[in-house]
C-alpha cells in the first residue's frame, strides 16, 4: 500500500498503467495506491454530450478541470477531501472483486458510525457504497490481463457541490452524501478514513498490509513515482 | 489480387467468462479494425459488465478478419465477437494502394474474397465498423460504391447507434400546421368554404364552455425526474404516469371529479378519464377511460395508445367519447410549456400536459438540472375555488415526483 498525497488525474493514470504493467511482470505484489485528486471531472467514452450541461467555460471557471478518459463509464467529479483507492491487483472474478470493495468500504464506514450498504440487487446501475438511496462511494473498475486499474472513490469530507453541476455516473437524481455528511463530525476526516479503508480491504482480499513509500514503489517499478 | 484463403485459418474471438456469476458482456469497442495486423495479447477490444470494464487480447497473432459484435451489443459469454486470420500472414493480400488517404488511416481491409474497396468506402466502413465483406455492391461487377456503404449507415441504421428514444408525447391532440404555400405575393385565401361538422361542433363547444363557466387556470411546476427513469422501466409513456397521478389525485379531491349543469353539480363516483385525442386537420376528439380508477399505469398506457388509435381510424363508438368526469390534454411533442386549456363541459376541470424540459433549479441551496414540466389546470371557479385547485395540483405533483 503506498500513500501518495494529492496526485493529478492524468499523473495518476499513467502510474497505474506502470504499476498495472510491473504487476502483470510479477515485479511487484498486488499494490493499493490511496490518494487525492485536484478537482476534475473525468468523462469516460459513454459519456453523453449532455452530462456537462452548464458549459465547460463554468466548470472552468469553478477550478475543475475537464478530463477526457480512454476508459468506460460515464462522467464523475475528483475533488479534495474525497480518498481516492486504486488497487492494482490480480483477479480472476471480476465480479466477484467489486463485491469485496464493497464489503471492504462498507465495512470500514460501519466503523465510522454510517450505516453504509452495497446494492448488488438493484442491478449495475448501482454498485458503488450507499446510505439509504445516497451514494458515498462510486467504484469503476478496468482489467487488463487479469490486473485491475481504478478502483474507488469514497466522499469523506469534500464538497458534493460538483456532482450536483453534472449528471454523476449516469444516473439523474442521485444524492451524494459524504461521512462528513453523515456524521456531522468537523474536518479532517480523510488521515483517519483511508488508515480504516486500507487496512478494510487488505482484509477484505486476504491480505496483511505493508505500507511503502512513494520512493520504494518508485524503485520497484523503476519509474518515477511522483512528477 | 490473389486471395490467400487456403493458407489461413479463422480464430474465433469469444467473450470471455469474467466471473462465475457474469453471464453476459457488452462491446465497449474495438479498438483494431477489420484487416489489422495484430499480436497475440494484444487487446482487440473492450468490453463491460457491472460497471467493470475489460480489455480482450488477441488469443493469437494474425489479421482482424471480420467483427460479429458490434459496439455497445451485449452477448452472451462465449459469444464469438470476431475472427482472426492466422497462418502465412507474408501471404495475405497487401492494403489496396490508397493515394488520396492520409497516413492515419486504417489500413486497407485485407478481406478473405477477391474484392477492393475504394478509400473513401475503407474509410467510411472503417469509421461505422461495418464488415465491407457482407455489403452489397451494387457497381460494375458487383464492386461496392460509396452510396452502398452510406446506405448502410443511414438506411439500415448503424448497430452502433442505439435506438432513439420513442417521442414522448405520441398522443397529443395537436398535429402541425398544413403546408403554407411559399411566398405568395400577395395574400390569397383559398376559396371560402363552410366549415367541416366537426369543427362547427369543436367551436360551438367551446365558445359555450368559455361562456358558461368561471375559467381559471392555475399552473404548478413538477420534477419529472422519478418518472423520466420509471418510464424507460415501464416502457410507456409520461403521459401514462400523468393519467395515473391524476386519477389517484382525483379520489383525494373528489370536488374536481364532477360535473356542473346549470347550478345542478354532482361529484361522480368513477373516475372516467378524457384524454384529448387530434384527428389531425380534422378536429380533435376525447375519447374517455371509463373506470380509469381501476387501472394501473400500465393498463393506463395500453387503454391510451387503443384508444388513440381507434379515434384516428375512425372506430369509437358513441359511448366512448361520452361520460367523461376530467380530461387531460397533452400537446407538448412540440416544446411548448404552458396553455390555457378550454374546460370540457360540463365537467369542472381540465389538465394540460405540456414538454418536459431540463432546467437549472435549486434543490438544497445548490443548482441541479432536473427535467421539469409545467402542469396547468384550467378550472371551474362556479364550482369550486383557487384553493382546492391549488392542493390538487400540489397533491399531483407529490405523487409524480415519488413515481417508483
Known sequence: MCRLGTVEYLHALALQEQVRAARQAGVVPDTLLLLQHPRVYTRGRRSAPGELSLGEDFYRAQGIEIVEVNRGGKITYHGPGQLVGYPIVAVDDVVQYVRT??????????????????RPQDGPDYTGVWVEDRKIASIGVHVQRGVTTHGFAVNVDNDLTPFQW????????????????????????????????????????GRRQRLVSPARLQAAIGVPVLA | MSSSLTETSLVDV??????????????????????????????????????????????????????????????????????????DISAQAPPAPTPNVTAETSPAPAA?????????VQRIAAEHEIDLSSVTGTGRGGRVRKQ?????VNGNGNPAVPPPHPPMHIESPY????????????????????????????????KHSLDTAATCTTWIEVDMS?????????????????????????????????????????????????????????????????????????????????????????????????????????????????ATPVINQPQVAILDFEAIVKRPVVIDDAIAIRPITILGMSWDHRALDGAIAAQFLASLRARLESVT
Open chain 1, 101 to 118: 470493495l464493497e464489503r471492504a468500504l462498507v465495512a470500514a464506514l460501519h466503523e465510522e458510525g454510517v450505516p453504509a450498504r452495497a
Open chain 1, 166 to 205: 453534472v449528471v454523476a455516473c449516469g444516473l439523474p437524481g442521485v444524492r451524494m452524501t459524504s461521512l462528513a455528511a453523515e456524521t456531522e463530525r468537523p474536518a479532517p476526516l480523510l488521515p483517519c478514513f483511508s488508515k480504516r479503508a486500507g487496512f478494510a480491504l487488505a482484509s477484505a482480499l
Open chain 2, 14 to 87: 469469444t467473450m470471455p467468462q469474467m466471473g462465475v456469476s457474469v453471464a453476459e458482456g457488452t462491446i465497449i469497442a474495438w479498438r483494431v479494425a477489420v484487416g489489422d495486423r495484430i499480436e497475440a495479447e494484444q487487446t482487440i477490444v473492450e468490453i463491460s459488465t457491472d460497471k467493470i470494464d475489460s480489455e480482450v487480447p488477441a488469443p493469437v497473432s494474425g489479421t482482424l478478419a471480420e467483427i460479429l459484435v458490434q459496439a455497445d451489443t451485449t452477448v452472451d459469454v462465449g459469444t464469438v465477437l470476431g475472427r482472426i486470420a492466422t497462418g
Open chain 2, 112 to 120: 478473405p474474397e477477391n474484392r477492393r474497396y475504394s478509400p473513401v
Open chain 2, 148 to 152: 452502398d456503404v452510406l446506405a448502410l
Open chain 2, 175 to 206: 398535429r402541425p400546421d398544413p403546408d403554407v404555400p411559399t411566398r405568395p405575393r400577395t395574400p390569397v385565401a383559398t376559396s371560402p368554404e363552410g366549415l367541416s361538422r366537426m369543427r362547427r361542433t369543436i367551436g360551438q363547444r367551446m
Open chain 2, 226 to 338: 422519478r418518472v423520466q427513469d420509471a418510464r424507460g422501466a415501464l416502457g410507456v409513456t409520461a403521459l401514462a404516469f400523468v393519467a395515473r397521478a391524476t386519477v389517484q389525485t382525483l379520489r383525494e379531491f373528489p370536488a374536481l371529479n364532477a360535473w356542473l349543469n346549470g347550478e345542478q353539480y354532482s361529484r361522480v363516483q368513477d373516475v372516467n378519464l378524457g384524454i384529448a385525442v387530434s384527428l389531425g386537420e380534422d378536429g380533435l376528439i376525447v375519447p374517455v377511460i371509463h373506470r380509469a380508477d381501476e387501472l394501473s399505469t400500465e393498463g393506463l398506457a395500453a387503454r391510451i395508445r387503443d384508444l388513440a388509435r381507434r379515434a384516428r381510424a375512425g372506430e369509437l363508438t358513441a359511448d366512448e367519447v361520452l361520460g367523461g368526469t376530467f380530461t387531460i390534454t397533452n400537446p407538448g411533442q412540440y416544446g411548448s410549456i404552458m
